[in-house]
């Protein structure tokens, strides 16, 4: 089974609209970290916001949020007032214990384009 | 934020050369540190764990002999992709922690192109 499922491949979304990205987990470890980047066309990998799987409360960061519903294993990404800088790829990825040795994993990515 | 630099960003190679890609963490020590590949519009692939003083864990199906992984100090690690093949083409990022703080930074990558 995937460990992280991102099912849109790709979403178009007009400027200044919200967007919400999906992200669903499977784990059977109760110590999970969730993870979202942002990769633009220069490759890089950008940190956009953690949830950990403890956190009482949805983390935000400025424009980002996380909706993080545990029962379900989802950890949506919402992005408010999307911008066209918000044109990329996005993934979510999941960290879990390992032996002490903490392993991440990628979802496949969902490709953002913002439309003026 | 902390800071983790790749470098080379991009390197051409003839085929049977190897090539050595360097991750640092900037302004802190990194006891672990990870290896990606990335295929054109692929997800990340987990290539192997770099561990301080010691060997690196690798993921299944990654040639241990092909990739050398070195970790030699808690501010770098190396990868090194011997006899390098057309088939070794790709984006290969690193990322490092300042500790289980919830953070995972990645650098910047390197874009390997094997002729």
């Known amino acids: 089974a995937q460990k992280i499922t991102q099912t849109q491949p790709g979403m178009f979304v007009q400027e200044k609209e919200a967007v919400t990205l999906d992200c669903t987990y499977d784990t059977s470890d109760p110590s999970y970290g969730l993870f979202w980047y942002k990769q633009p066309s220069s490759g890089e990998m950008i940190f956009l916001i953690y949830q950990g799987s403890y956190d009482q409360q949805n983390a935000t960061e400025g424009r980002y949020s996380l909706n993080f519903q545990k029962a379900r294993k989802s950890a949506n990404l919402v992005i408010s007032a999307s911008q066209l800088g918000d044109s990329a790829m996005y993934f979510c990825?999941?960290?879990?214990?390992?032996?002490?040795?903490?392993?991440?994993?990628f979802g496949t990515g969902t490709r953002l384009t913002i439309i003026p | 934020g902390a800071v983790v630099s790749q470098h080379p960003s991009r390197v051409i190679c003839k085929s049977g050369t190897s090539v050595k890609i360097e991750c640092r963490s900037l302004d802190f020590q990194a006891t672990t540190m990870f290896w990606y590949r990335q295929f054109p519009k692929k997800s990340l692939m987990l290539m192997a764990t770099?561990?301080?003083?010691?060997?690196?864990?690798?993921e299944q199906g990654v040639e241990k002999d092909k990739f050398l992984i070195n970790h030699a100090s808690l501010t770098l690690s190396t990868l090194t992709v011997t006899s390098a093949q057309p088939e070794d083409s790709s984006f290969y990022i690193c990322s490092a922690s300042p500790g289980f703080t919830g953070e995972l930074f990645f650098g910047e990558g390197s874009r390997l192109t094997v002729l």
């Open positions: 770099s561990n301080e003083g010691s060997k690196a864990t690798y």
């Open positions: 990825a999941m960290r879990e214990p390992n032996f002490g040795n903490e392993k991440l994993t």
